[in-house]
T-cell receptor, first 115, second 113 residues
Framework: DAGVTQSPTHLIKTRGQQVTLRCSPK?????VSWYQQALGQGPQFIFQ???????QRGNFPDRFSGHQFPNYSSELNVNALLLGDSALYLC??????????????FGPGTRLLVL | GESVGLHLPTLSVQEGDNSIINCAYSNSASDYFIWYKQESGKGPQFIID?????DKRQGQRVTVLLNKTVKHLSLQIAATQPGDSAVYFC????????????FGTGTRLLVSP
């Protein structure tokens, strides 16, 4: 049973560029949440996708956008990159159809460095 | 506002000792709590969770205690092993509806042989 997978593992970009990160959820999961983790900090919630729609969003600017596909996989897009966007980007999947809080399982993350 | 904090940034223990990692939360509406372990270069790994209708839950070598009166959460690790060395995060959320989790900054557990 494959867990949550993310690609790429590492990425280097320059300021102003755009980046797309990808996530495949754990088998049987239909909900994907994205988190940003700065060095030495806890993960910060970006947004969550369920049934191909964004259903909750954290305090992140519109430069951060996402998408969920019919197979439940998801993308995180960040436009006009800033130095401060350098972080570990984590994807977590869970089962959302029950309507209850279900365990979120995290992938290994994508380490983004903006120069 | 929302905040989840930890009392100690670093906890050092000897192998075989029991470890206790504490966490305070401020959102009284939170009714779901979860502990994650994060090793260097990896994503957070689920350890154990607890809902607000419980005050204690046990797993393999781990126990989570919830005190809703003082908004306090703790993770107890029995017979701590070197492989337990990692950063531990508590997170809070709501039991129903959207599944946003609010994380604290973490506690680093160092286990000496």
């Amino acid at each position: 049973d494959a867990g949550v997978t993310q690609s790429p593992t590492h990425l280097i970009k320059t300021r102003g560029q755009q980046v797309t990160l990808r996530c495949s959820p754990k088998s049987g999961h239909d909900t994907v949440s994205w988190y940003q983790q700065a060095l030495g900090q806890g993960p910060q919630f970006i947004f969550q996708y369920y049934e191909e729609e964004e259903r909750q969003r954290g305090n992140f600017p519109d430069r951060f956008s996402g998408h969920q596909f019919p197979n439940y996989s998801s993308e995180l897009n960040v436009n006009a990159l800033l130095l401060g966007d350098s972080a570990l980007y984590l994807c977590a999947s869970s089962y959302g159809t029950s309507g209850n809080q279900e365990t979120q399982y995290f992938g290994p993350g994508t380490r983004l460095l903006v120069l | 506002g929302e905040s989840v904090g930890l009392h100690l940034p670093t906890l050092s223990v000897q192998e075989g000792d029991n470890s206790i990692i504490n966490c305070a939360y401020s959102n009284s509406a939170s009714d779901y709590f979860i502990w994650y372990k994060q090793e260097s270069g990896k994503g957070p790994q689920f350890i154990i969770d607890i809902r607000s209708n419980m005050d204690k839950r046990q797993g393999q070598r781990v126990t989570v205690l919830l005190n809703k009166t003082v908004k306090h959460l703790s993770l107890q690790i029995a017979a701590t092993q070197p492989g337990d060395s990692a950063v531990y995060f508590c997170a809070e959320g709501r039991n129903t509806g959207f599944q946003k989790l609010v994380f604290g900054t973490g506690t680093r557990l160092l286990v000496s042989p």
